[in-house]
């Protein structure tokens, strides 16, 4: 149960638009589509903002998106606010029934 | 309004056992699987354990299979984590989330209660 690669940080500016990757096993993240994202702002509970890679709970900035590629899941936000500074988490169900999270990325709205 | 309170933190010595508590309301508790997560102070997230909406089917992450115990009692929409063996390692913030399996996902989540394992 290693946890899912991530960048430890990412910044950008107002309005620009970033990406946060997310790579795990081929066995979690490669082959299921259950990856999650989650917002946390300090001090705060995590916030689920997407699941099944892509989708968005209700209540959620269509801002936000979700894909991936072979064994990377990724998250992004476009149009930068600076109500988007917080920690990002992925975080997959995997083949042996549990979950798994990321190590987490903390993203600075510059 | 899903609301999710956990409770049963504090100051414990190493190798003693805790029990936390996770209060649910505002939803059909019996028809959700639920998890524990935990977080250490200024640390990224770990996904503790999981059980089934009934209660039949539960697993756990590793680091605390065989230590850690997830129970519910869907009468009084209480989910439990009973911890046994504490060390160190396990001083974090536990949280309780409710876990549709039609999102596999942890889609709401309690404020957190904190364990601190220390002599």
């Known amino acids: 149960q290693s946890a899912l690669t991530q960048p430890a940080s990412v910044s950008g500016s107002p309005g620009q638009s970033i990406t946060i990757s997310c790579t795990g096993p081929?066995?979690?993240?490669?082959?299921?589509?259950?990856v999650s994202w989650y917002q946390q702002h300090p001090g705060k509970a995590p916030k689920l903002i997407l699941y099944?890679?892509?989708n968005r709970p209700s209540g959620v900035s269509d801002r936000l998106s979700g894909s991936k590629s072979g064994d990377t899941a990724s998250l992004t936000i476009s149009g930068l606010q600076a109500e988007d500074t917080a920690d990002y988490y992925c975080?997959?169900?995997?083949?042996?029934?549990?979950?798994?999270f990321g190590g987490g990325t903390k993203l600075t709205v510059l | 309004q899903v609301q999710l309170v956990e409770s049963g933190g504090g100051v414990v010595q190493p190798g003693r056992s805790q029990r936390l508590s996770c209060a649910a309301s505002?939803?059909?508790?019996?028809?959700?699987?639920m998890h524990w997560a935990r977080q250490v102070p200024g640390k990224g997230l770990e996904w503790v354990a999981v059980?089934?909406?009934?209660?039949?089917?539960?697993y756990y992450a590793d680091s605390v299979k065989g230590r850690f115990t997830i129970s519910r009692d869907n009468s009084n929409n209480t989910l439990y984590l009973q911890m046994n063996s504490l060390t160190t390692a396990d001083t974090a913030v536990y949280y309780c989330?409710?876990?549709?399996?039609?999102?596999?996902?942890?889609?709401?989540w309690g404020q957190g209660t904190l364990v601190t394992v220390s002599s």
């Open positions: 975080c997959s169900y995997t083949s042996s029934g549990t979950w798994v």
């Open positions: 989330a409710r876990g549709p399996m039609t999102m596999y996902s942890l889609d709401s």
């Open positions: 505002g939803f059909s508790f019996s028809t959700y699987a």
């Open positions: 099944f890679l892509s």
């Open positions: 059980i089934s909406y009934e209660g039949n089917n539960k």
């Open positions: 081929s066995s979690d993240v490669g082959d299921f589509n259950f």
